[in-house]
């Protein structure tokens, strides 16, 4: 079994179409996305379009949560683009996407940890930078569910890795697909992640039935340039030199 994985797309239809037309040339027929599909300063009706399309199975990020529950009031920055370009039933399918999936061959799906989609995983924020969790930390954010599980897929924190816990699964992040960097936090208390390439990332899973699994992580190439040009014309020129750059403008 071989298996794309993809997250964090964040309305980048671009790097969406560049990861599929990839995928589609590996021979890959399964592919699953773990969410934060839409909020961006990008293409958000056209991604959700593409997604639901070609029937990929997906998982609801903390973004896609939010543009599809909160009213439009509450939204701010990308998610008020994405809720302003969508429309009702796309942020009722938003809505509705479930917080995991358990799919064949002991893997579980989830964006951030299992139990949360606001959580990363494998990291954590020191010193305005995400750095690895320590294991004992990893283990508790896992549960019961995750180290039962053979493979934890996860997203959330846009930092491509792959852990395997001692004992429990293979865990696979495989970086975003359509936001190489960003900053949270406020004042002093600010995070930056980078992935210092502007490329899309995407996984691979191979599982083979009698033997351990294993996982690639790509970085493709696309259109970055028409990317960055849409986050510019929608009033972000953070974003466009994130997109472009995979970095952050101060790091410039």
Same mark, same amino acid.
Request: glycine fraction near 10%.
């Given at each position: 079994?071989? %298996?794309?994985?993809?997250?964090?797309?964040?309305?980048?239809?671009?790097?969406?179409?560049?990861?599929?037309?990839?995928?589609?040339?590996?021979?890959?027929?399964?592919?699953?996305?773990?969410?934060?599909?839409? #909020?961006?300063?990008? /293409?958000?009706?056209?991604?959700?379009?593409?997604?639901?399309?070609?029937?990929?199975?997906?998982?609801?990020?903390?973004? &896609?949560?939010?543009?599809?529950?909160?009213?439009?009031?509450?939204?701010?920055?990308?998610?008020?683009?994405?809720?302003?370009?969508?429309?009702?039933?796309?942020?009722? /399918?938003?809505?509705?996407?479930?917080?995991?999936?358990?799919?064949?061959?002991?893997?579980?799906?989830?964006?951030? #940890?299992?139990?949360? &989609?606001?959580?990363?995983?494998?990291?954590?924020?020191?010193?305005?930078?995400?750095?690895?969790?320590? %294991?004992?930390?990893?283990?508790?954010?896992?549960?019961?569910?995750?180290?039962?599980?053979?493979?934890? %897929?996860?997203?959330?924190?846009?930092?491509?890795?792959?852990?395997?816990?001692?004992?429990?699964? +293979?865990?696979?992040?495989?970086?975003?697909?359509?936001?190489?960097?960003?900053?949270?936090?406020?004042?002093? &208390?600010?995070?930056?992640?980078?992935?210092?390439?502007? $490329?899309?990332?995407?996984?691979?899973? $191979?599982?083979?039935?009698?033997?351990?699994?294993?996982?690639?992580?790509?970085?493709?190439?696309?259109?970055?340039?028409?990317?960055?040009?849409?986050?510019?014309?929608?009033? #972000?020129?953070?974003?466009?030199?994130?997109?472009?750059?995979?970095? +952050?403008?101060?790091?410039?």
């Amino acid at each position: 079994m071989r %298996l794309a994985v993809i997250t964090d797309i964040h309305g980048n239809v671009a790097a969406l179409e560049a990861a599929l037309a990839d995928i589609a040339r590996r021979g890959i027929e399964e592919i699953i996305c773990l969410g934060d599909i839409a #909020s961006g300063m990008g /293409w958000p009706a056209e991604t959700i379009a593409l997604l639901q399309q070609r029937g990929i199975p997906c998982i609801r990020g903390n973004h &896609d949560r939010h543009v599809g529950e909160a009213p439009a009031e509450r939204q701010r920055g990308q998610d008020a683009i994405a809720y302003n370009a969508t429309t009702p039933d796309q942020r009722a /399918w938003l809505r509705d996407l479930p917080r995991s999936l358990h799919l064949a061959g002991g893997i579980l799906a989830c964006h951030g #940890s299992p139990d949360s &989609d606001t959580q990363n995983l494998l990291e954590e924020a020191r010193g305005g930078l995400f750095v690895p969790s320590p %294991l004992a930390d990893i283990r508790t954010r896992l549960g019961e569910a995750g180290l039962a599980a053979r493979v934890v %897929l996860c997203g959330h924190s846009h930092r491509y890795e792959v852990m395997q816990v001692p004992g429990g699964p +293979l865990v696979i992040n495989p970086g975003s697909l359509g936001l190489p960097g960003f900053r949270v936090g406020k004042g002093e &208390d600010v995070t930056r992640s980078e992935s210092r390439a502007p $490329h899309a990332r995407y996984a691979v899973l $191979h599982l083979p039935p009698d033997a351990p699994p294993e996982a690639e992580l790509l970085a493709i190439r696309y259109d970055w340039n028409a990317a960055a040009d849409r986050a510019q014309a929608l009033g #972000s020129p953070v974003w466009a030199h994130m997109i472009r750059t995979g970095f +952050l403008p101060e790091s410039a």
